[in-house]
C-alpha cells in the first residue's frame, strides 16, 4: 500500500527497533538531539547481548583512556587497523568509527550519565604494529541498579553461569578477593562488602543491584532513554517496512495490543541483534559446524536483518568470517536449564591447560582471544565440531575450568553430567574422548617440555602480551605453561559458538543501508550487529563489536536529526554541520 494511502497508527520522528547497546544509543542520541523517538524492544528486556557480556567498548585515542594513565592514538589505531585488514583498511565506515569514537564518548559523557573508564591493562588480541596494551578498550562504570526503580526489572541479567549466591555480579577484579578472603585484610573488606550488599539487596530484588560489565551499561542506556522522553515499548515485534517509493516511511509491528504502523518520519534504525538464532541466516552464512549454539538471546532470530531484505537491502557476505566466535562448553542442569558457558579467558590461558582437536593434536595457541581459537577450530576440522580442553586435578584446583569453579573439590555432579570426563593415565582419558591414546600421549608430553623450558615452539603460547595478561604470573618462566600431571586427568568438550555476528546489512558510514542495486535505502539505518562488522570477521580487540555499535547508533540518530558532524568526507551534506 503506497504511504499516502495508508493509516497511520502513531507517527513519529525516528523508529528505532532493538533496545540493545546500539538501539539504545541511537534512540537516546536521537531525544537529546530534538526528535520525537519511539524504541521497540521485542522482549520484555532491555540489553540484547550486551547485557551478558564484559560490555566493554573499543574506541581508540579517547580522552578516558588518557585519563586512566594509557594514552592512546588514533593514528597508532590506524597503523594496527591497516596491519589487520590491508586494503580494507581504507573503509570509510572504519575512518568514521576512528574520527567519531572519541567525539562520542564526550557526547554521552556531557549529557548523559552514560560513563566508561579504561583499565591500564587490557591488551589488543593481535601482536602487530601499533596495537596497544591499555587505553582502547574501556568498561562501564559500575551503576547502582536500585537508581532504576521498577525499571531495574526491565535490565537483561548476566548469563547465571556467571553469577553467584543467587544473583551477585562478580568481575574479573572481584575474584582473587572471593578465593581468598582471609589472605588479607583487603581481600576481607571487599569481600564483607560484597556479600552485605547482596544479602540487602536480596531483601526487595531478585537478584543483586550492584551492576558491572554488560548490565552497568545497559543501564546506564535504559536511565538516559527513561530521562531523555523516549517512548519504550516492549514486547514489540518488526514485521514490515514500509516504503514510499524509494524512501522508507515506516514500519508495521506486532504489539500486545495487535498490529501496530508507526510512521517515522526521519528514520528507522534497526538494532535488533543480527543473526542471533535465526535458522535461515544461521544456514545461509555460518559453517556448518559452527549452527548449533549460540550466546545471543532467543528473542534475536535475524528480524532487522531478513525484514529489511524484503525491501531490496542488501547482506554484506565478503568478510573473513561471518561471525565472532566464542569455545563454549554445555551441560544440562538438574532443573533442566542448559548451560552453555563461554571459555573466555578464566581458564584457557591458564598454565597446565592444552587443547586438542578430535586427532589428538594441538591446533591453536590456547592462550589467544576466543574468536582466534575457535577459527583455528574450524580451519583445524571442519566437519568436526568440537575440540577438547584437558588438564589435571592440581588445575582444577587452582584455577577451575569452565563451570567447575577453582578449589571445587566434590567433582561427581560434573562427571555424572559427563561434563567433566575423566581418566587415571592420558591413555585412559583419550579412549572416553574417542581420540588416539599413543597421539594424545606424545601431544602431552610434548607440551611438558615446552613447559619445562618456557617455550612453545609449537603455537607461541605465553609470548604475547594478551597471553600473558591472562596467564599466572607465578608460574615461571612462562605464566602460560607449566606440566600436566600427575593425574587424575580431565577433559571438557567445546564446541563454537558466536558472540556475534559479523555479517549484515551492507551501510555507509552514516548507518544508511545499501540496497542491491547499491543505492541508499533512504531512511533505513542499521546499527550494531544488524550491519556489517567495519572489522570484516577479525577481531582487534575486546569491545570491537559494542565500541562500533554506540558509535554508528549515535551516528544513525545525528544524521537522521540532521546534525551530523562532518569528520569525513563520505558524509553527505544534509544539514551538516560542524563541531
Excluded at 547497546?21 to 542520541?29: E, H, P, R
Excluded at 578498550?137 to 531495574?152: I, M, N, S, T
Excluded at 523516549?230 to 524512501?247: A, S
Excluded at 558466536?498 to 555507509?508: I, K, V
Aim: aromatic share 6%; glycine share 12%; charged share 20%.
Amino acid at each position: 500500500m503506497p504511504e499516502g494511502d495508508r493509516s497511520w497508527d502513531v507517527e513519529t520522528d525516528l523508529l528505532v527497533v532493538g533496545a540493545g547497546a546500539a538501539g539504545m544509543t541511537a534512540a537516546l542520541v536521537g531525544a537529546l538531539e530534538g526528535l520525537n523517538v519511539v524504541l521497540c524492544e521485542k522482549s520484555e528486556m532491555v540489553g540484547g547481548t550486551t547485557a551478558t557480556s564484559a560490555g566493554t567498548v573499543w574506541i581508540p585515542g579517547s580522552r578516558q583512556g588518557q585519563l586512566a594513565g594509557t594514552p592512546d592514538t588514533v593514528d597508532a589505531a590506524r597503523t594496527y587497523l591497516t596491519a589487520m585488514l590491508g586494503e580494507h583498511a581504507t573503509d570509510e565506515r572504519l575512518d568514521m568509527f576512528l574520527k567519531a569514537g572519541p567525539v562520542v564518548l564526550d557526547y554521552l559523557e556531557q549529557k548523559t550519565n552514560v560513563r566508561f573508564a579504561a583499565p591500564p591493562v587490557h591488551p589488543d588480541y593481535k601482536q602487530l604494529p601499533g596495537a596497544a596494551i591499555g587505553g582502547r578498550a574501556l568498561g562501564a562504570v559500575p551503576f547502582d541498579g536500585r537508581k532504576l526503580g521498577d525499571d531495574f526489572a526491565r535490565v537483561r541479567p548476566p548469563r547465571r553461569e556467571f553469577m553467584v549466591l543467587g544473583g551477585m555480579m562478580v568481575g574479573k577484579a572481584d575474584i582473587p578477593a572471593l578465593l581468598a578472603p582471609f589472605r588479607n585484610w583487603t581481600n576481607f573488606r571487599h569481600v564483607i562488602g560484597l556479600l552485605t550488599r547482596h544479602a540487602l539487596d536480596r531483601i526487595s530484588h531478585k537478584r543483586g543491584t550492584r551492576l558491572i560489565m554488560g548490565n552497568a551499561l545497559v543501564a546506564r542506556l535504559l536511565e538516559g532513554v527513561r530521562r531523555a522522553g523516549v517512548d519504550l515499548r516492549f514486547e514489540t515485534v518488526l514485521r514490515e517496512i514500509i516504503c514510499d517509493g524509494d524512501d522508507v516511511a515506516g514500519a508495521v509491528l506486532s504489539a500486545p495490543i495487535g498490529e501496530v504502523a508507526v510512521r517515522a518520519r526521519k528514520g528507522v534504525v534497526l538494532a535488533t541483534g543480527g543473526i542471533g538464532w535465526s535458522r535461515e541466516l544461521r544456514e545461509r552464512l555460518f559453517p556448518e559446524a559452527a549452527r548449533r549454539f549460540s550466546l545471543a538471546p532467543s528473542s534475536n532470530t535475524g528480524d532487522g536483518i531478513l525484514t529489511a531484505e524484503r525491501v531490496n537491502a542488501v547482506v554484506e557476505r565478503d568478510l573473513e568470517s561471518p561471525a565472532l566466535w566464542m569455545p563454549s562448553s554445555v551441560m544440562a542442569q538438574a532443573d533442566g536449564h542448559v548451560s552453555v558457558f563461554p571459555h573466555i579467558m578464566l581458564d584457557r590461558a591458564k598454565p597446565g591447560l592444552l587443547a586438542v582437536n578430535k586427532s589428538g593434536r594441538r591446533f591453536v595457541n590456547e592462550a589467544d582471544s576466543y574468536h582466534d581459537f575457535v577459527a583455528a577450530m574450524l580451519r583445524s576440522n571442519a566437519s568436526a565440531a568440537t575440540a577438547f580442553l584437558i588438564c589435571d586435578r592440581a588445575f582444577i584446583r587452582d584455577f577451575g575450568i569452565g563451570l567447575v569453579h577453582p578449589g571445587t573439590s566434590n567433582l561427581s555432579g560434573f562427571l555424572e553430567a559427563k561434563y567433566l570426563l575423566e581418566g587415571e593415565t592420558i591413555g585412559a582419558l583419550a579412549h572416553k574422548i574417542g581420540v588416539d591414546g599413543d597421539q594424545l600421549v606424545q601431544t602431552v608430553e610434548r607440551y611438558n617440555g615446552f613447559a619445562e623450558i618456557g617455550v612453545d615452539e609449537d603455537f607461541g603460547r605465553g609470548s604475547s602480551e594478551l597471553n600473558r595478561v591472562n596467564g599466572d604470573s607465578r608460574s615461571k618462566p612462562n605464566p602460560c605453561l607449566r606440566r600436566i600431571g600427575p593425574g587424575p586427568y580431565y577433559a571438557v568438550t567445546v564446541w563454537p559458538s558466536d558472540l556475534a555476528s559479523s555479517a549484515g546489512l551492507r551501510t555507509d558510514s552514516c548507518s544508511r543501508v545499501f540496497s542491491r542495486d547499491g543505492k541508499i535505502l533512504s531512511g533505513l539505518y542499521a546499527v550494531g550487529t544488524d550491519s556489517s562488522s567495519i572489522f570484516r570477521g577479525t577481531y582487534p580487540g575486546p569491545g570491537t563489536m559494542i565500541g562500533p555499535a554506540i558509535v554508528f547508533g549515535w551516528c544513525a540518530a545525528m544524521d537522521a536529526a540532521e546534525v551530523l558532524p562532518d569528520l569525513t568526507a563520505s558524509c553527505h551534506n544534509r544539514g551538516l554541520r560542524s563541531g
